[in-house]
């Protein structure tokens, strides 16, 4: 019996010091294990939404680049929608420009798939004021590449030259004033297609060969770009919402048509929560930066906590 008495005697409860200690070590682990897991959980948040936005803002710059590489480098302008536009070079809108716009070259046609489609050399002794001989001009890969890009709205009846080392007229030479080319006295000349390494120039809506659409006392260079579309990247209200924080890209549309990238252009959304596009022109060389934001969001009932916002840049030769 005094056998059993020792063994329930020395079973027995926790010591009041005991438990006090247990209760203090519980409550030192609950405030400093809450705040690191908070941190870790905060930590792990804006590191998402960094990625998040390094990623997002990394792939517009480049969808950009793509383009803007190709460009037609006199041809590039800064817009202010509804007000004016300048030469990326002479612009003086400043923070006032939100529009970026410039003539593309047509470099899927000049790769080809095989060989270039489109030379890119006049044969100045071959071709006269109605034609321009184009030598390893191929006009039915051009219709037919430039048709499958546009989605079957837009040929070789719809594109231009330009000539490499003429003069370059932003004001009137490209159609950015919204008035279509009525003479092969612009920057840009229009064609139409013609057989195999012909170009027919064309200008105005009807087409026909006159006496201001041909190259009569026109400077008419050896080295040509062809261009099918133009380009504009613009932060505008995309969705409605009155906030203007969506960078979005323009394409398939010809201003020496007479077209303007908000009414014939196909929009394509790049980016949302855009906070600034600024860009500039030192010398032949693009700067671009965007800017992006997102609110972060906490607690049960969705409050908003902060926001988190970063800036990319990206130069473009």
């Known amino acids: ?5 020792t063994i329930k005697s020395n079973s027995r409860a926790f010591t009041m010091i ?9 409550g030192i682990l609950s405030k400093f294990g809450v705040e690191f897991l908070a941190q870790a959980y905060n930590s792990f948040i804006f590191s998402s939404i960094n990625n998040s936005l390094q990623s997002r803002s990394a792939s ?28 990326i070079g002479d612009s003086t809108l400043g923070a006032n420009a939100t529009v970026l716009e410039w003539v593309g070259m047509d470099v899927d046609g000049l790769r080809g798939d095989v060989n270039a489609t489109w030379g890119g050399i006049i044969d100045l002794d071959a071709s006269n004021a ?42 009137n030479g490209y159609g950015w004033d919204g008035n279509p080319i009525v003479n092969q006295n612009a920057t840009m000349h229009p064609i ?8 027919i120039p064309t200008v105005g809506a009807a087409g026909g060969i006159g006496a201001d659409n041909n190259f009569t006392g026109v400077d008419v260079y ?6 099918w579309t133009a380009y504009a990247v613009s932060l505008e209200d995309f969705d409605g919402d009155g906030n203007a924080s969506e960078l979005v890209l323009y394409f398939n549309y010809q201003p020496w048509q007479g077209d303007d990238f908000a009414n014939q252009g196909t929009a394509v959304l790049l980016m949302e929560n855009v906070d600034t596009f600024r860009f500039k022109s030192v010398g032949s060389v693009m700067k671009l930066q965007i800017c992006v934001f997102s609110t972060v969001i906490s607690g049960d009932n969705n409050d908003s906590a902060g926001g988190y916002s970063l800036c990319k840049e990206k130069t473009i030769y």
């Open 1 to 5: 019996m005094r056998k059993v008495d």
């Open 18 to 26: 005991e438990l006090i200690f247990v209760i203090v070590i519980m």
């Open 60 to 87: 517009a710059l480049e969808t950009i680049g793509a383009r803007l590489q190709f460009r037609i480098k006199d041809s590039v302008i800064a817009r202010n929608p509804g007000v004016s536009f300048q030469g």
């Open 130 to 171: 109605f034609a321009l001989s184009t030598p390893n001009t191929n006009m039915t890969d051009i219709f037919n590449k430039i048709d499958a890009l546009s989605n079957n709205t837009a040929g070789v009846n719809d594109a231009a030259i330009y000539f490499v080392g003429s003069d370059s007229d932003i004001q």
């Open 192 to 199: 139409r297609m013609a057989a195999n390494d012909i170009f």
């Open 222 to 227: 050896e080295y040509y770009q062809l261009a």
